[in-house]
């Protein structure tokens, strides 16, 4: 069983930036892949960047260019460093983790993942 923590959620102002980390623990670590997922009040969550342990990354196209996923496998910590914040961009974030290997959108696929944290609130205001 992994268990997964998140951390890093805050408030701050449209253009800012926070730095989200997942911590994972458990039988398989932080597993073959992990993501981040979020959703905002009144929406479905959806996938906003993936990581396979070849290092394959996958970014929802709304996040692409500010928003940038890396794992250190040493320490089983998943980060999401966020600039330029939106206020679209508020929503609880979670973070994900599967044993199987996954690639391309397949890392964004939320029935792909069985492993979930339980998350962090991101609030960008204007």
Known sequence: QVQLVESGGGSVQVG??????CAASGHSGSGNCVAWFRQA???????????NSDGDTQYADSVKGRFTISRDNAKNIL?????????????????????????????LVESHFNYWGQGTQVTVSS
């Not at 800012?16 to 980390?21: C, I, N, R, V």
């Not at 966020?82 to 290997?101: F, H, I, R, V």
């Open 16 to 21: 800012g930036s926070l730095t989200l980390s």
């Open 41 to 51: 009040p009144g929406k479905e969550r959806e996938g906003v960047a993936g990581v």
């Open 79 to 107: 980060y999401l460093q966020m600039n330029s914040l939106k206020p679209e961009d508020t929503g609880m974030y979670y973070c994900a983790a599967d044993e199987l290997q996954a690639s391309g959108d397949f890392l």
